[in-house]
């Protein structure tokens, strides 16, 4: 019997066991190193956050555009899309022009008058809460709003650089949307080239319905702008709150910053409101809460039944973190880019990689997991 015989399998050389540990060093480090790369591009993404907004910022504008220029070429029947971009882009830019040279003066007017109603109003809370006996920290706070307002003109000149920063990113934003709303086909064609070939089919499907999403959030949240614009112009004239137009405005563009925006846009009307009589005031409020309820129960479903149902708890603290995040323009680009993360959940997570169905916009069935 042979010496291997007789000390059995026990003191046998292994060769799997013996290459484990390099096995297991080696997962070990591409592990660590996946967990760096993930890192990494997470850094990356939160120092250059405010170039990749506006570049989602242009994505979006060139979701107009191309919805608009197909649009005017279902209308038309053109068959050449560069000119019907072009059609599209300066008859929107008309469009502005024109309700700046029609509208501008008295809009411009009716926030000078808002400006310097405020203080005002302010004065007048603070003489109520006097009367009922609040004379601490709330009037105090009040009065320190109302230093902070009257003090607005004399900072003016430090907020001149931002808005000439803004009016650059503007511009950045509108070309850039330009170019790609130009030929989209060719930017996703590039995008999709980065991808692996098993991943190809997914994230075709991920654009496809993220601009789907997309196109359907802006004439979702277009007619409910509007809307809500209209309605608080009537309610707050039949009031006789002063600045109904500029405060209509002001609500209409808030519109666009979900859950919080109606009532950012409700704090300066009530204020003006209370100019008039604290009765008027009472029912601004009630207006607002009426148009607020319109708006969460009738508008906000459109507006999800054509894009994403994204759930309210969800895009409130989005707006929040976008915010914390990067700021303003993260403010105004969290409804869109709260979206495009959501379908991405969908889609590539739930869908492909766990395999369960999910419910996708604009589709009547839901749509089957799996990997493709």
């Known amino acids: 019997m042979s010496n291997d015989e007789v000390a059995g399998p026990a003191t046998r050389s292994d060769p ?108 007048r809370v603070e003489t109520l809460l006097e009367r009922a006996g609040l004379s601490g920290s709330p009037a105090e706070l009040l009065e320190e709003g109302t230093e902070d307002l009257s003090n607005l003109a004399s900072r003016l000149g430090g907020y001149a650089m931002a808005v000439t920063s803004g009016v650059t990113d503007l511009v950045l934003v509108f070309v850039g949307a330009i170019f790609i709303a130009a030929n989209p086909s060719m930017y996703r064609r590039g995008l999709l080239l980065l991808m692996p070939r098993r991943a190809e089919g997914p994230a075709a499907t991920f654009l496809n319905d993220a601009s789907r999403g997309l196109r359907g959030w802006m004439l979702g949240q277009a007619v409910s702008s509007l809307l809500v614009g209209i309605f608080t112009w009537g309610g707050l004239t039949l009031l006789g709150v002063p600045a109904s137009g500029g405060l209509a405005v002001i609500a209409g563009l808030l519109d666009i910053i979900p859950l919080v925006g109606p009532i950012i846009a409700g704090i300066p009307a009530v204020l003006l409101a209370l100019t008039v009589s604290p009765a008027t005031a009472l029912w601004t409020i009630g207006l607002y809460l009426l148009i607020q309820q319109l708006q969460g129960n009738f508008l906000q479903p459109m507006i999800q039944k054509h894009a994403v149902d994204v759930p309210p708890a969800v895009l409130l603290f989005a707006v929040f973190g976008a915010g914390a995040l990067f700021g303003a323009l993260g403010v105004l680009l969290a409804a869109p880019l709260t979206i495009v993360i959501y379908v991405f959940v969908q889609r590539i997570y739930v869908s492909q990689i766990l395999g369960k169905p999910i419910r996708v916009a604009g589709h009547d069935d839901d749509a089957t997991g799996g990997t493709e």
């Open 16 to 123: 799997q066991r013996s290459h484990r540990p390099e096995r297991d060093l080696g997962r070990v480090a591409a592990a660590a190193f996946v967990i760096l790369c993930v890192l990494g591009t997470a850094w990356v993404f939160l120092e250059l956050g405010s170039l990749l907004l506006l570049v989602f910022a242009a994505v979006v504008f060139a979701t107009i555009f191309d919805a608009m220029a197909r649009g005017f070429c279902r209308l038309t029947g053109l068959r050449s899309r560069s000119l019907a971009l072009t059609v599209s882009v300066f008859g929107l830019l008309a469009v502005f022009a024109a309700a700046f040279a029609l509208f501008g003066a008295q809009f411009s007017s009716e926030l000078d008058t808002i400006r310097e109603s405020i203080p005002a109003a302010l004065e």
